[in-house]
């Protein structure tokens, strides 16, 4: 089959290449023309595990354009962020993906929205554009298909995660499980495309929620003398609970952003904007114990580890750490930021070394692998703190090397019997 994958980004570009591989002629589709000149001088604009070798792999069957072409499919994988000023999905870049497809349409066509959007979005706002091609709805065929792949994982994730089709009718539905058959081994359902829509917001809302219920817990723990790690896991033997981990904040293109999807045109919802209020305020609290760290120290300088917004990824939307930062320089830190894995960033980026000179607190935001591997006796700082907001060091050898170790949600006096 002919497909385009209009939007190459985090999503797009494994979804093109993982067809291109299953033998489909894939035409890639993004308005960025700095991203296809990377990508045509065979090299990749973000990391991900396992892209590389399979751009090698699959780049015969792959193509890039800016303008979608004639075929027999079209998926849209297009950034779909919040409106920060409103609360409002931004479903700009859906609505000239839509606009880009329908002079091409043809009899029998498939379109598939994979970008993430509120319900109703696939029927509204892309439906009526495509009929602008002059075809009916029972002439072309459209689904909605939720990616639900994640950041560091996202080929083995596409290739085995269960998937989601809610076709406008079923042969829209048959015609997408067709193509995705080609590479997912994961099992496949079938539902409206409106359910379809909402059940990728309910999986993210459901995980922002209860990392809303971590962080609580990490409070009552900290004003408490508990050390909330220890108790999570003990509540987690509990054959029926499953508390996530606290953290500084929920950050990324989907956790923190699709909740407010589902509320924007709810005049009922309380608990999934409340979540997003106690996960939005975790950097000011993490910021509260950089305070108490440095107390009496003259215009100190802390070292934050990660800004990526979780572990291992160098994708840094809407990550935490640039929260922390604007909140610490306004009340005059210094700040210095360390991130093996991030290349651009809007504030200035250091090496491990250069980072924690004349420092005064190193703060952890992300769990980067690279962390744990850190030997504290080689690092020469002013004053010996470290935060850690994810519990991921050996809090003993920070010890041994001198520091005065913080771990968030840990207040527990209690050291054993
Ligand atoms: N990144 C994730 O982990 C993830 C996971 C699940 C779902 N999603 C959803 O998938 C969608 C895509 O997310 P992403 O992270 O891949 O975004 P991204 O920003 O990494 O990539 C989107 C790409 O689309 C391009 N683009 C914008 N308008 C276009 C148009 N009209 N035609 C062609 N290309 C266009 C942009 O230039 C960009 O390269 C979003 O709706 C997101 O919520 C993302």
Redesign the pocket.
Known sequence: MKINV????????PTALLLAKAGHEIVG????EE?LKILKKGEL??KEPGLEELYHEAKNNFTLR???EKSDVFI??????LDRTIDVADLS??K??A??IYPVLRKDDLVVL????PPGTSKNLVLPILKKSGLDETEFHLVHS??????GN?LNEMRYNDRIIGGLDKKATNKAKEVYSTFSEGEIFETDVKTAEMV?LMENTFRDVNIALANEFSRISEDSGIDVWEAIDLANNHPRVDILHPGPGVG???IS??PLFLTANSTTSKMINLAREINDSMPNFVLSLVRKKTAGIERPTISIFGVAYKGNVD?T?ETPSKKIIKLANNEGYRVKCYDPHVKDFDYELYDLEESVRESDCILIVTDHDEFKEIDPKNLEMRNKNMIDSRNMIDKDLWIEAGFDVKIMGDDAEYTGY
Do not use: N, W
Request: charge should be negative.
């Open positions: 209009l939007g190459l980004g985090y999503i797009g570009l589709v993004d308005i960025d991203k604009p973000f800016t303008s979608p849209i994988a297009v950034p779909t962020p870049s859906v000239q993906a606009d880009m994979e970008s993430t959007v939720p990616e639900r792949a994640i950041p996202t990728k990324g293109h989907c952003v699709d994708d939307r």
